[in-house]
């Protein structure tokens, strides 16, 4: 797996408007800008390691690797639970 900087360079996002991955709500008017942000993710190389950053750093504001704060909340639920079976 590349690291950190090295993934970062391929990113899809790189090159958009970071704000754009940082909406205030993901309901009502900024539902619209979360799915703007998953569609760049949608096409990115990197978005499992995107998203791997993030869940193994607790990054829990914005959309990293086509998720959102509460998919990954729930995605880290998940790992929890299957951890301890």
């Known amino acids: 797996m590349p690291d950190f900087d090295d993934w970062r360079q391929v990113a899809a996002c790189r090159d958009q408007d ?16 979360v799915e703007r942000a998953k569609a760049v993710c949608g096409g990115c190389p990197v978005r499992a390691e995107c998203l791997r950053y993030a869940l193994d750093n607790g990054l829990d504001h914005g959309v990293f690797g086509g998720t959102t704060e509460t998919e990954r909340r729930e995605l880290r639920r998940a790992r929890t639970s299957r951890r301890a079976a």
Do not use: D, H, M, V
């Open 18 to 33: 970071p704000e754009l991955f940082f909406p205030l709500t993901e309901t009502g008017p900024g539902a619209l800008q």
